[in-house]
């Protein structure tokens, strides 16, 4: 293999890190019940392992984000906006305990 310099194996490491939060990412949201605690769990630890990658490969190479481009499952970013502003609305007219008729 050849000499690796010591970013290359924070690089090396950090790939190995997001390998394995991929991994169980996959097998707990591949099941055929999936737990939402445990999917949010891993969720974040992938996040985490992809940031930690492309902060190390940025430090080495000066290349930005490798997963800047990729498109976001879900809702678009102006639902998720207009959303989060209704949201925002709510909890500023909250100024006490909501009755509860029942």
Request: hydrophobic share 40%.
């Amino acid at each position: 293999m050849g000499q690796y310099d010591p970013m290359s194996k924070k690089i090396d490491a950090a790939l190995k890190e997001l390998t394995k939060a991929l991994t169980k990412h996959a097998e707990v949201v591949g099941g055929s019940a999936v737990s939402l605690k445990k999917a949010q769990r891993a969720s974040a630890k992938v996040a985490a392992a992809a940031t930690a990658y492309a902060e190390i490969v940025h430090a080495k190479s000066g290349m930005g984000n490798p997963f800047d481009d990729m498109v976001h499952p879900g809702l678009d970013q102006g639902t998720l906006q207009s959303l989060a502003a209704e949201r925002d609305a709510i909890k500023e007219g909250l100024t006490g305990p909501i009755p509860v008729q029942g």
